[in-house]
T-cell receptor, first 114, second 119 residues
């Protein structure tokens, strides 16, 4: 089955701790994205990557970091610098080549602060 | 900057009936892309329908169709023969074509409309 997987489904962060959210896709997509969703709001772009070993900041990149060492994987680290990390995080991917291509989403990770 | 507005926080409809969700957007671009995504209680975002602004014909996908009014910057979603499985939050989203830098592939979302289908 082709698709996007995110793990874990729920993640708890302690004060001052960095945590990493996993995103894997087997769709052979070049482009991958991370979004944050807060209650009652739409999604906001954190980071995106068009190709391996390259990524760019989105609208709300402060306090987050990413890597893109493999085409299939785009992990997101929520650092201690992110003061309000409690949110629902969604990973997406698209075929790539053109930015207007349709994005397909994973099931999401809910991050809670202890 | 582009903005997307969904003015209906919540809607409800009886099973088998038709419902229309509203979306307006603000942009100075002439060419762009519009999307409706569905987010059921599972929280996964699912693409419902996509419209290219240069196409005059309204997009349709089975029971889902849009009414795209470019001059009015309006992009409503019509769901016909509503089913219980249509219960979800629906998001309208806008994308500029060929944008680079921080805008590459950026989807600008509205705040969503919660749709409840009653039996």
């Amino acid at each position: 089955d082709g698709g996007i997987t995110q793990s874990p489904k729920y993640l708890f962060r302690k004060e001052g701790q960095n945590v990493t959210l996993s995103c894997e896709q087997n769709l052979n997509h070049d482009a991958m994205y991370w979004y944050r969703q807060d209650p009652g709001q739409g999604l906001r772009l954190i980071y995106y990557s068009q190709i391996v070993n390259d990524f760019q900041k989105g609208d709300i990149a402060e306090g987050y970091s990413v890597s893109r060492e493999k085409k299939e994987s785009f992990p997101l680290t929520v650092t201690s610098a992110q003061k309000n990390p409690t949110a629902f995080y969604l990973c997406a991917s698209s075929i790539g080549g053109l930015p207007q291509e349709t994005q397909y989403f994973g099931p999401g990770t809910r991050l809670l602060v202890l | 900057a582009q903005t997307v507005t969904q003015s209906q926080p919540e809607m409800s409809v009886q099973e088998a009936e038709t419902v229309t969700l509203s979306c307006t957007y603000d942009t100075s671009e002439n060419n762009y892309y519009l999307f409706w995504y569905k987010q059921p209680p599972s929280r996964q975002m699912i693409l419902v329908i996509r419209q290219e602004a240069y196409k005059q014909q309204n997009a349709t996908e089975n029971r889902f169709s849009v009414n795209f009014q470019k001059a009015a910057k309006s992009f409503s979603l019509k769901i016909s023969d509503s089913q219980l499985g249509d219960t979800a939050m629906y998001f309208c989203a806008f994308m500029k074509p060929n944008a680079g830098g921080t805008s590459y592939g950026k989807l600008t979302f509205g705040q969503g409309t919660i749709l409840t289908v009653h039996p």
